[in-house]
């Protein structure tokens, strides 16, 4: 049997997150009751720095607006429904575990572009993902 039957897919919109998705659905196999996926942006103030002289909140929500369509254009190929598909606006690891805390996710699955150097030192979003997470990560391994 399955251990995971509440899968939390966190995706970048790039092409790799095909790979993400792929990975999650042979991962769940038929036995998940149920596979979500997010998509995070970060607030513009978070981005950009608190000391925006102009209010962006239009700005924003027509981010949050394009974003959604172009991951429901790239989760169509898989069954997923749509009322199972978030794109939430916030900082990528807190509002990850909170999504996932929140269906009772037993695994988040999520890619991880392996690089050498800085990157090893700085860290990644997949790295930052598992302090704090009160379930398994799942690293999908993203060849640049």
Request: hydrophobic fraction near 40%; glycine fraction near 8%.
């Amino acid at each position: 049997m399955n251990p995971y039957q509440t899968l939390l897919v966190s995706i970048d919109g790039s092409a790799s997150s095909t790979k993400v998705l792929q990975r999650a659905m042979q991962l769940a196999d038929k036995e998940a009751q149920r596979l979500h996926v997010i998509h995070v942006i970060e607030p513009l103030a978070l981005a950009y720095g608190a000391d925006m002289p102009m209010d962006v909140t239009e700005l924003q929500q027509n981010l949050i607006n394009q974003a959604r369509e172009s991951i429901c254009s790239l989760t169509s190929g898989f069954p997923i429904p749509e009322d199972q598909i978030y794109v939430e606006l916030g900082s990528i690891e807190k509002t990850v575990h909170e999504k996932a805390a929140e269906l009772e996710a037993d695994v988040i699955v999520m890619g991880s572009h392996m690089r050498g150097g800085w990157g090893i030192l700085l860290g990644s979003t997949a790295r930052g993902m598992l302090p704090g997470c009160q379930c398994d990560v799942l690293a999908v391994k993203i060849k640049d």
